[in-house]
């Protein structure tokens, strides 16, 4: 049946009848559990099926072998325990409409010779991987044998497991290297001419087809064009796709490129500041070049791109993968003709770069992705509607009002400035970091949506506050840059602010002092440097900006390379100082040797976080039912903050002393001292307005954008 949408017209792979074109591509956000997709990972699958995906994959790089350890939390498809676990999420992955595959794959190099169970990682030539840094041993005719085994056996517990299909994964991994001359030096029989490289994938291949039976779905991931001039070229591609169609490959997922180094990983997942859908009329012409169904994945974020790709027949299938992460309800909602609903991908890689600064995969602005099991996606009701003021719209503010206002809540945000958005204005001023702006814009149109006041330009005062008459209070009034961490001079350096607000001149020399590590400091030396400025870049760090992780460090390392950008590593600012001739001294000093040099330039700009902005907070915390203590079993559990609400006099000012610590509510958690910010610990006496007292993001601590919405989500969902 067709419908008005080309992208909700179902399809049918062999037996596999998908409802709809959308896909959530293999990926692997290392939500797994000691290998296996237990409870946790079958949330995260089963919201998407929720949310109307055709066709989820699972086990991004699922490994067969153990020798070939997971390198980001994947899946251990070589236990037989899989079984279960697997047969538990497709089943209730089914029972909500979707079909579900898994990628399969031996990583070959692509992983480390220093974890699991230590075994010698293979390929089919020692060649090194920069990104995970294994050197290999070249795979003997033994290893070949056993690896072709363990795929037959992991495509069986596929087939145990309830799987519509599986995906085998030839980009990057053991089955490409063999077929690629770049990686492929071997002069055997399974090296040299192209019938010689395709030679080892084709026997995996005709063994898993095999293994399958003739039902399931069998994909190949694969780079039809590596992009590079001794890679595996188009031609060659197309020539071992056809012979591995004859070998019993029913779908193809289109890969452009290579994904050894983070250079050429984020080009084939590109980040903000890239072309939309880069490789997408590339899929399209493989596509009129095959005869099997055609499928492709790479930051196609929109309904309208996604839409266009099936319309034209560039693809039977469109992967939609990160945007179904900053929205699992992306299917759901174009049905219902709400796109302008979806919350947006706006490409900013954290999900990536999550898996290894922080273990595993989370949205920059979907705080719920991955910890389906605490927080719900679709925002319920609350049982009574109550009034709350949200002081400040940056990030947590605009989630925090979002949230409330979804709950039914009679919401008033407040925003001293006259746009909203807080840092996300500024971080989205350089044109490659642009998108951001997205986590900022679908925000304040939710508000619309849901009726929250939005009030910019007023600068809320505790008489402000409690002009309301609130029930609650949330405090998001984010931070200023924090100079204090100067010895002497702090008065004369300007902050990353400056640079992104465009308060700071351009050209002359300028050092750029970084004592975050993420991206405010790169960012400003960027814009600096793109501007005409000789600038330094100095850093305490042993590397730039250790906590900008491997999808994003490619722009600032190219862009610092392009505008020669200089950098000093393991050297703290300690002052500034005018020099007697004009411009500035900064005071360096190495932090292992302690030798102090000094630096004669126009200007010094400093990134070192933010210092809360919390005049307001601690002005209301007195009058306050909770003095602004928060319940950290309640918050993490998405539980009803109680602490001094039984205090509360419903709207009216009430003579009550709360004592926390002695005279918790009944049925309250205790408010452990411990667990309190200080300044809460003894509460002044006076009198209270009953309300509830809260602050996030920013205004506590200074943190990211993650970390910000998260504050808000899982507070306001109990409120
Ligand atoms: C957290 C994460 C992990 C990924 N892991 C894998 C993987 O293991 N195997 C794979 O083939 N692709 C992997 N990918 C790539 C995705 O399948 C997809 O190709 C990519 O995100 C680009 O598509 P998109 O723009 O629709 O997100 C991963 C992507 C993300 C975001
Ligand atoms: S972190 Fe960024 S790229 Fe990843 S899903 Fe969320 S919005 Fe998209």
Same mark, same amino acid.
């Given at each position: 049946?067709?419908?008005?949408?080309?992208?909700?017209?179902?399809?049918?792979?062999?037996?596999?009848?998908?409802?709809?074109?959308?896909?959530?591509?293999?990926?692997?956000?290392?939500?797994?559990?000691?290998?296996?997709?237990?409870?946790?990972?079958?949330?995260?699958?089963?919201?998407?099926?929720?949310?109307?995906?055709?066709?989820?994959?699972?086990?991004?790089?699922?490994?067969?072998?153990?020798?070939?350890?997971?390198?980001?939390?994947?899946?251990?498809?070589?236990?037989?325990?899989?079984?279960?676990?697997?047969?538990?999420?497709?089943?209730?992955?089914?029972?909500?409409?979707?079909?579900?595959?898994?990628?399969?794959?031996?990583?070959?190099?692509?992983?480390?010779?220093?974890?699991?169970?230590?075994?010698?990682?293979?390929?089919?030539?020692?060649?090194?991987?920069? /990104?995970?840094?294994?050197?290999?041993?070249?795979?003997?005719?033994?290893?070949?044998?056993?690896?072709? $085994?363990?795929?037959?056996?992991?495509?069986?517990?596929?087939?145990?497991?309830?799987?519509?299909?599986?995906?085998?994964?030839?980009?990057?991994?053991?089955?490409? /290297?063999?077929?690629?001359?770049?990686?492929?030096?071997?002069?055997?029989?399974?090296?040299?001419?192209? +019938?010689?490289?395709?030679?080892?994938?084709?026997?995996? %291949?005709?063994?898993?087809?095999?293994?399958?039976?003739?039902?399931?779905?069998?994909?190949?991931?694969?780079?039809?064009? +590596?992009?590079?001039?001794?890679?595996?070229?188009?031609?060659?591609?197309?020539?071992?796709?056809?012979?591995?169609?004859?070998?019993?490959?029913?779908?193809?997922?289109?890969?452009?490129?290579? %994904?050894?180094?983070?250079?050429?990983?984020?080009?084939?997942?590109?980040?903000?500041?890239?072309?939309?859908?880069?490789?997408?009329?590339?899929?399209?012409?493989?596509?009129?070049?095959?005869? %099997?169904? *055609?499928?492709?994945?790479?930051?196609?974020?929109?309904?309208?791109?996604?839409?266009?790709?099936?319309?034209?027949?560039?693809?039977?299938?469109?992967?939609?993968?990160?945007?179904?992460?900053?929205?699992?309800?992306? *299917?759901?909602?174009? /049905?219902?003709?709400?796109?302008? =609903?979806?919350?947006?991908?706006?490409?900013?890689?954290?999900?990536?770069?999550?898996?290894?600064?922080?273990?595993?995969?989370?949205?920059?602005?979907?705080?719920?992705?991955?910890?389906?099991?605490?927080?719900?996606?679709?925002?319920?009701?609350?049982?009574?509607?109550?009034? #709350?003021?949200?002081?400040?719209?940056?990030?947590?503010?605009?989630?925090?009002?979002?949230?409330?206002?979804?709950?039914?809540?009679?919401?008033?945000?407040?925003?001293?400035?006259?746009?909203?958005?807080?840092?996300?204005?500024?971080?989205?001023?350089?044109?490659?970091?642009?998108?951001?702006?997205?986590?900022?814009?679908?925000?304040?149109? $939710?508000?619309?949506?849901?009726?929250?006041?939005?009030?910019?330009?007023?600068?809320?005062?505790?008489?402000?506050?409690?002009?309301?008459?609130?029930? *609650?209070?949330?405090?998001?009034?984010?931070?200023?840059?924090?100079?204090?961490?100067?010895?002497?001079?702090?008065?004369?350096?300007?902050?990353?602010?400056?640079?992104?607000?465009?308060? *700071?001149?351009?050209?002359?020399?300028?050092?750029?002092?970084?004592?975050?590590?993420?991206?405010?400091?790169?960012?400003?030396?960027?814009?600096?440097?793109?501007?005409?400025?000789?600038?330094?870049?100095?850093?305490?760090?042993?590397?730039?900006?250790?906590?900008?992780?491997?999808?994003?460090?490619?722009?600032?390392?190219?862009?610092?390379?392009?505008?020669?950008?200089?950098?000093?590593?393991?050297?703290?600012?300690?002052?500034?100082?005018?020099?007697?001739?004009?411009?500035?001294?900064?005071?360096? =000093?190495?932090?292992?040797?302690?030798?102090?040099?000094?630096?004669?330039?126009?200007?010094? #700009?400093?990134?070192?976080?933010?210092?809360?902005?919390?005049?307001?907070?601690?002005?209301?915390?007195?009058?306050?039912?909770?003095?602004?203590?928060?319940?950290?079993?309640?918050?993490?559990?998405?539980?009803?903050?109680? %602490?001094?609400?039984?205090?509360?006099?419903?709207?009216?000012?009430?003579?009550?002393?709360?004592?926390?610590?002695?005279?918790?509510?009944?049925?309250?958690?205790?408010?452990?001292?411990?667990?309190?910010?200080?300044?809460?610990?003894?509460?002044?006496?006076?009198?209270?307005?009953?309300?509830?007292?809260?602050?996030?993001?920013?205004?506590?601590?200074?943190?990211?954008?993650?970390?910000?919405?998260?504050?808000?989500?899982?507070?306001?969902?109990?409120?």
């Amino acid at each position: 049946m067709r419908t008005l949408d080309p992208l909700l017209d179902p399809f049918t792979i062999k037996g596999l009848r998908l409802r709809n074109r959308v896909v959530s591509t293999s990926h692997e956000p290392a939500y797994a559990e000691g290998g296996l997709p237990r409870e946790r990972y079958l949330a995260y699958h089963v919201e998407k099926a929720r949310g109307g995906v055709g066709l989820t994959m699972i086990g991004g790089s699922a490994v067969i072998a153990r020798d070939s350890p997971p390198a980001f939390g994947n899946l251990e498809l070589h236990r037989d325990e899989i079984v279960p676990w697997m047969r538990r999420l497709t089943d209730a992955v089914h029972e909500e409409g979707a079909a579900v595959m898994c990628q399969v794959t031996h990583l070959g190099r692509r992983t480390s010779n220093y974890t699991g169970d230590w075994l010698p990682t293979v390929f089919p030539s020692p060649l090194r991987e920069p /990104a995970h840094r294994a050197f290999p041993k070249a795979a003997e005719a033994w290893d070949l044998d056993r690896i072709v $085994e363990d795929y037959v056996s992991a495509a069986q517990r596929c087939v145990e497991g309830g799987l519509d299909g599986i995906e085998l994964q030839s980009y990057g991994h053991l089955l490409d /290297a063999f077929l690629s001359p770049a990686t492929n030096h071997r002069d055997d029989e399974w090296g040299g001419s192209l +019938e010689h490289r395709m030679a080892f994938p084709r026997r995996v %291949i005709r063994a898993v087809r095999a293994a399958l039976g003739p039902e399931p779905v069998l994909a190949i991931r694969m780079s039809m064009d +590596e992009d590079r001039p001794d890679g595996l070229q188009r031609e060659e591609a197309l020539t071992a796709l056809r012979a591995f169609t004859q070998d019993g490959v029913d779908l193809l997922s289109v890969i452009k490129g290579t %994904i050894e180094s983070d250079a050429t990983l984020a080009r084939v997942i590109p980040s903000m500041g890239t072309p939309s859908a880069p490789f997408l009329d590339f899929a399209g012409e493989i596509r009129r070049e095959v005869d %099997i169904p *055609v499928m492709h994945a790479s930051r196609i974020s929109d309904a309208a791109t996604a839409r266009h790709a099936i319309r034209d027949g560039l693809l039977d299938l469109v992967g939609m993968t990160r945007p179904q992460m900053a929205d699992p309800y992306l *299917v759901a909602k174009i /049905a219902a003709g709400e796109e302008d =609903r979806v919350r947006p991908c706006v490409g900013a890689n954290y999900c990536l770069d999550a898996i290894y600064a922080s273990g595993d995969a989370k949205c920059l602005h979907n705080a719920a992705t991955g910890r389906e099991l605490t927080l719900s996606h679709v925002v319920p009701p609350a049982p009574v509607r109550r009034k #709350v003021v949200v002081v400040g719209a940056g990030p947590a503010g605009l989630e925090a009002g979002k949230v409330l206002g979804e709950r039914g809540h009679d919401v008033v945000v407040l925003e001293a400035d006259d746009l909203p958005g807080g840092q996300v204005k500024l971080a989205s001023r350089p044109g490659r970091r642009r998108d951001l702006v997205g986590v900022v814009d679908w925000r304040v149109s $939710e508000l619309k949506h849901t009726g929250v006041d939005l009030r910019l330009g007023v600068f809320a005062e505790v008489e402000t506050v409690l002009a309301e008459e609130p029930d *609650v209070v949330i405090v998001a009034t984010g931070g200023m840059p924090n100079h204090d961490f100067l010895l002497e001079g702090a008065g004369l350096v300007r902050d990353t602010w400056d640079v992104m607000s465009g308060e *700071v001149r351009e050209g002359g020399s300028v050092v750029v002092y970084d004592d975050n590590g993420a991206e405010p400091g790169v960012d400003a030396a960027e814009l600096l440097a793109g501007r005409g400025a000789r600038v330094e870049f100095v850093t305490p760090e042993r590397m730039i900006a250790p906590l900008v992780g491997g999808m994003n460090s490619p722009a600032y390392l190219r862009a610092f390379d392009e505008h020669d950008v200089a950098v000093t590593l393991a050297t703290r600012l300690v002052g500034v100082t005018r020099h007697p001739e004009g411009g500035l001294v900064a005071r360096l =000093r190495h932090d292992y040797s302690g030798a102090e040099t000094e630096r004669r330039v126009d200007q010094v #700009v400093v990134e070192h976080g933010t210092l809360p902005l919390d005049d307001l907070y601690h002005q209301l915390v007195p009058l306050s039912v909770n003095a602004g203590a928060v319940d950290h079993d309640a918050l993490l559990a998405v539980q009803p903050q109680l %602490i001094g609400v039984e205090h509360a006099p419903a709207r009216e000012p009430a003579p009550v002393l709360v004592e926390v610590g002695a005279t918790a509510p009944p049925g309250a958690p205790p408010a452990s001292p411990a667990a309190l910010p200080p300044e809460v610990v003894s509460l002044p006496s006076g009198p209270t307005s009953g309300f509830q007292l809260f602050r996030i993001g920013d205004a506590v601590a200074s943190r990211n954008i993650h970390a910000a919405i998260y504050d808000a989500l899982r507070l306001c969902l109990a409120i």
